[in-house]
């Protein structure tokens, strides 16, 4: 069984930075892409970002594009997400995800996130 | 880049009605689409992948149609435990993006 266990959240400045981690068991990680999603209190699921299995091609959604960063550690089986610059609507709990099949991308297993916020 | 509207936004049905989302998608993707349940509070759940496939464990009252630029999530008797809000969501390519979401109440 897969779990993915998300960490790193918590109370932000706008302007600040935040690093999340997702401690991953039960699949063989260096296979899969991995991303991060999140949502906003009372709304909708936003993608926010995807990695490749082994770290070398990464993507962004346009409102976090220069902000955050994806990275992975295959040895740690371990997923990252650097947010820098904050802002007020990047307050949302943040979804660590995994991919069906390798070939196949859509989410099948999903963390119990991690909230963040960012207020003054 | 791919925009995805989903429709209605919310509706309300008795338990054992026939539920029909619809998802369109502003450029055709193939079978690269995915539904997926999120009930209140909880986590969201993979329902149907690749259009029409049936996640392991789903309930076979799901059903999923559609391919290039239009796509249907249909529950067939609608159950108690079925209240939630579904999303569709394209997967072929970044950004991986999802539609609005339906919201679903009995």
């Known amino acids: 069984e897969v779990h993915l266990v998300e960490s790193g959240g918590g109370l932000v400045q706008p302007g600040g930075s935040l690093r999340l981690s997702c401690a991953a068991s039960g699949l063989s990680f260096s296979s899969y892409a991995m991303s991060w999603v999140r949502q906003a209190p009372g709304k909708g699921l936003e993608w926010v970002s995807t990695?490749?299995?082994?770290?070398?091609?990464?993507y962004y959604a346009d409102s976090v594009k220069g902000r955050f960063t994806i990275s992975r550690d295959n040895s740690r089986i371990t997923l990252y997400l650097e947010m820098n610059s904050l802002r007020a609507e990047d307050t949302a709990i943040y979804y660590c995800?995994?991919?069906?099949?390798?070939?196949?991308?859509?989410?099948?297993?999903w963390g119990q996130g991690t909230m963040v916020i960012v207020s003054p | 880049d791919i925009q995805m509207t989903q429709s209605p936004s919310s509706l309300s049905a008795s338990v054992g009605d026939r539920v029909t989302i619809t998802c369109r998608a502003s450029?055709?993707?193939?079978?690269?689409l995915a539904w997926y349940q999120q009930k209140p509070g909880k986590v969201p759940t993979l329902l149907i992948y690749a259009a029409s496939t049936l996640q392991s464990g789903i309930p076979s009252r799901f059903s999923g149609s559609g391919s290039g630029t239009d796509f249907t999530l249909t529950i067939s008797s609608l159950q108690p435990e079925d209240v939630a809000t579904y999303y569709c969501q394209k997967y072929n390519s970044a950004p991986q993006t999802f539609g609005q979401g339906t919201k679903v109440d009995i």
């Open positions: 450029q055709g993707i193939s079978n690269s």
């Open positions: 995800v995994d991919t069906l099949t390798p070939a196949t991308h859509a989410f099948e297993n």
């Open positions: 990695i490749s299995g082994d770290g070398g091609t990464t």
